[in-house]
């Protein structure tokens, strides 16, 4: 191994930059020795997308009517989905507080100008769990660190969506204000990301002197209860339930889960995501999005263009495009299109002869809980990627995702704001782009001139 690379693996090591692998054995998050370079200002308008974005999401998590319509049809054939839609408030919800820590989500195109500019193109609007605040971070110290070393060139931006995390949170639980309350972190067991998620508990701690509780949703339904509409875990007053768990089918083995699911829901503990806020970012709300009338409804008219440029194509199955139905379209040419279900967490989207086959023997009515988005092409450069202590230079893609941060009364927006970054570097020849699941690598952004 190489003197550089044993010094970046001590420090991914010795500052929590960790995960567990597919395995159950302890091992460093992979990462990027190679800074993901955009230009001032490219990330001047990907930060600046943020608060519209979240601004936009939180009126179609709050129109229940149009949510419900738009997922009608899915429901029908998606029992995750029908359920989910099952717990929206059907008449004033408990807290009309709610909490989103988001992530938007960019690959970047050649914008085919002579100079080079690249365009970004949204992958998605995530809105529930959303993952790597402190690894995210923790990689950003890691390149601060080469830099200083002189192993790499440049300076990464500046990155701590961890410390934003926390100090809102904290702000919303003070909202709630009832003395030693507790946040409630919704979880999977076993999670390969704990230390990601360990890290807002300790910090949220250490800074702001709140107990946070991590629970799979079977273990709320056994030592959780409602007492005059607060959620009461083992009897301490839980103010925020953060979700980083909920958002898979797994998650609910059983009607246990799914009770406990609308205990916190028809509690008046406050939501980091609420169920509606889930819904609208499931990825048929974003196909809609793309027909003008239905963003236009949702999008302020100062900012519909600068949002409608970063969507590529998006169709229902029974769309046609451009004259061609969907379905026959993607056949024809399935390295154009990517082919995906109501999943978050990644590994379930389908490409290329995978997706051809799965359209050609889809029954009509399984056509609905799946949308079709045109494939981006994103540019490719090298980049030296670290999984389990092997590096390797490879051609690569890279993603960016911004953080936001928005805290809501009904429709009124108490807080909305951008919350730093997290970049995934892939290998130029995959599909899917999760860490985690295997995928990417951690990186940071620097900028160049
Ligand atoms: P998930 O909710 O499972 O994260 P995504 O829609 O984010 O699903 O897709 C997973 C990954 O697949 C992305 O991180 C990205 O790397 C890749 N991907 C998704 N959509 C596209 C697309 N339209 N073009 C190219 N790659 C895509
Ligand atoms: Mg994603």
């Keep these: 191994m190489s003197k550089h690379l044993s010094e970046a693996i001590d420090f991914a090591v010795s500052n929590s930059l960790l995960k567990f692998n597919t395995r159950y054995e302890l091992t460093h998050a992979p990462f990027s020795l190679t800074p993901c370079s955009v230009s001032p200002d490219l990330h001047q308008q990907i930060s600046s997308l943020t608060p519209v974005f979240n601004a936009m999401w939180l009126k179609i998590a709050n129109d229940t009517a149009f949510l419900k319509n738009a997922l009608e049809k899915t429901a029908r054939t998606d029992d995750f989905i029908r359920n989910l839609l099952g717990l929206l408030p059907k008449g004033l919800p408990a807290t009309s507080l709610q909490m989103l820590l988001s992530r938007n989500d960019f690959l970047l195109e050649d914008a085919g100008t002579p100079s080079g500019q690249m365009k970004p193109k949204q992958v998605e609007f995530n809105t529930i769990s959303n993952s790597f605040p402190s690894l995210s971070r923790q990689v950003t110290l890691l390149h601060h660190y080469l830099s200083h070393k002189g192993i790499l060139q440049c300076s990464p931006v500046a990155n701590d969506p961890l410390e934003e995390a ?187 002869d995978e997706m051809k086959a799965s359209l050609s023997t889809m029954p009509e009515s399984e056509q609905h809980a799946y949308i079709l988005m045109e494939r981006i092409e994103a540019v490719v450069t090298p980049a030296e990627l670290v999984v389990e202590s092997v590096s390797e230079k490879l051609p690569s893609i890279s993603e960016i995702g911004r953080y936001g941060i928005c805290f809501a009364e009904g429709n009124r927006l108490i807080e909305n704001r951008d919350a730093g970054y997290l970049v995934r570097t892939k290998s130029a020849d995959m599909d899917e782009g999760g860490v985690c699941a295997g995928y990417a690598c951690l990186n940071s952004l620097c900028l160049n001139d």
């Excluded at 959780?224 to 797994?250: C, E, M, V, W």
């Excluded at 406050?270 to 609208?280: D, E, F, H, T, W």
Aim: aromatic share 8%.
């Design 166 to 352: 926390v100090d809102s949170m904290a702000a919303v639980i003070k909202t709630y204000d009832y003395p030693d309350s507790c946040m409630l972190m919704v979880v999977q067991k076993p999670e390969q990301n704990i230390f990601d998620q360990r890290a807002v508990e300790y910090r949220l701690l250490e800074k702001h002197r709140i107990l946070t509780i991590r629970m799979t949703l079977d273990e709320i339904a056994e030592n959780g209860q409602l007492s005059d509409g607060h959620l009461l875990i083992n009897g301490q007053k839980a103010a925020l339930t953060y979700f980083r768990a909920g958002y898979a089918p797994a998650d609910y083995p059983g009607t246990a889960a799914w009770k406990a699911r609308e205990m916190i829901e028809s509690s008046s503990s406050i939501k980091c995501p609420s169920v509606g806020m889930q819904l609208a970012g499931a990825k048929k709300i974003q196909q809609l999005l793309c027909k003008p009338d239905i963003l236009r409804r949702f999008a302020e008219e100062d900012s519909f263009s600068q949002v409608q440029e970063t969507f590529v194509g998006l169709y229902a199955l029974d769309d046609t495009i451009e004259g061609v139905p969907a379905v026959e379209a993607a056949c024809q040419s399935p390295g154009r299109f990517v082919l995906k279900p109501q999943r978050e967490g990644g590994g379930n989207n389908l490409y290329g």
